[in-house]
Structures are given as C-alpha cells and as structure tokens.
C-alpha cells in the first residue's frame, strides 16, 4: 500500500518534521534547565517513599 500511495502519488504519504513545543513545554524545558544548573539547592530525597511522605503533610 506504501509503494503503490508513492507511485501514485510521487509522494511519502506522510508528513516528516519536528512539532514545535508549545509555551507551556518551553517554560517546563527552561525550568529543568534551571534546576539542573543548580541542583545544590534542590530537595532531594532517599527514596520514592520519602518523597511520596513529604507531598502528604
């Protein structure tokens, strides 16, 4: 089906490229890039567990 569409088309029936992130990924994206600058300042914790325990109180 793939060939034949090509053939008849003389085209990839799809469409190739890279989505542009929208605003809300783009400040996600910057906001790690910030914590991964300074990392000495976040909380880290021992495990999943820990974690889980803080969001709770």
Known sequence: MFTKTVLR???IPFRI?????????IRAMKEGDKILKNLHKVK???SVEDALAKLKR
């Open 9 to 11: 088309e003389g085209e």
């Open 17 to 25: 490229g890279l989505d542009k992130p929208n605003r809300t990924t």
């Open 44 to 46: 880290v914790y021992d």
